[in-house]
């Protein structure tokens, strides 16, 4: 079974410009959510989505949206990037219960110049 | 909302030694609390978890223990390898609240 994919591994982008990350969850999966991992924060929630609704929203300006497509794969999207979005961008699917474990991509690492 | 916090932040043992590794919540509606590894240029990856209903579970060298009395949970690591070096992440999560995380301790096991 393919675990989560997430493209690309890794970006470069000037502050300013807008970014667009990709999420393709476990086969059979229906809910994906968004972690930011930064080394002083750790692991931030961002936003989970199922059945291409927003379920849970976390504490990000509104510069960071996302979304869901209907085969589950999700995306998310940062607008006008500062310095500090530069981070590693988790992308976990899960069946949607809050107990069902999370299965985490390798995430994509964000360079703001 | 939910806050975990997590303890040490790095830990050092000798290899065969015992790790463990400890976690506070502050939500009582959490119930569910698993545990992550994350190795160097990877996501992490799910270990052991434990449910509010169970008060220790044990996978071969890992075992978590739950108090829901003191609203504290812990890992333990047996027998350690240099295989077991990594980041650990402990997390709660209730109802229909998004997982929370502790921050993380970087464990290193010395051969």
């Known amino acids: 079974k393919a675990g989560v994919t997430q493209t690309p591994r890794y970006l470069i982008k000037t502050r300013g410009q807008q970014v667009t990350l990709s999420c393709s969850p476990i086969?059979?999966?229906?809910?994906v959510s968004w972690y930011q991992q930064t080394p002083g924060q750790g692991l931030q929630f961002l936003f989970e989505?199922?059945?291409?609704?927003?379920?849970n929203k976390g504490n990000f300006p509104g510069r960071f949206s996302g979304r869901q497509f209907s085969n589950s794969r999700s995306e998310m999207n940062v607008s006008t990037l500062e310095l500090g979005d530069s981070a590693l961008y988790l992308c976990?699917?899960?069946?949607?219960?809050?107990?069902?474990?999370?299965?985490f991509g390798n995430g994509t690492r964000l360079t703001v110049t | 909302g939910e806050n975990v916090e997590q303890h040490p932040s790095t830990l050092s043992v000798q290899e065969g030694d015992s790790a463990v590794i400890k976690c506070t919540y502050s939500?009582?509606?959490?119930?569910?609390f698993p545990w992550y590894k994350q190795e160097l240029g990877k996501g992490p990856q799910l270990i052991i978890d434990?449910?509010?209903?169970?008060g220790e579970k044990k996978d071969q060298r890992i075992a978590v223990t739950l108090n829901k009395t003191a609203k504290h949970f812990s890992l333990h690591i047996t027998e350690t390898q240099p295989e077991d070096s990594a980041v650990y992440f402990c997390?709660?999560?209730?109802?229909?609240?998004?997982?929370?995380f502790g921050k993380g301790t970087r464990l290193s096991v010395i051969a």
């Open positions: 976990a699917s899960s069946f949607p219960r809050t107990d069902s474990p999370l299965h």
């Open positions: 086969s059979g999966h229906r809910s």
């Open positions: 989505y199922f059945s291409e609704t927003q379920r």
């Open positions: 939500d009582s509606a959490s119930n569910y």
């Open positions: 434990i449910r509010s209903n169970v």
């Open positions: 997390a709660a999560s209730g109802g229909n609240t998004p997982l929370v």
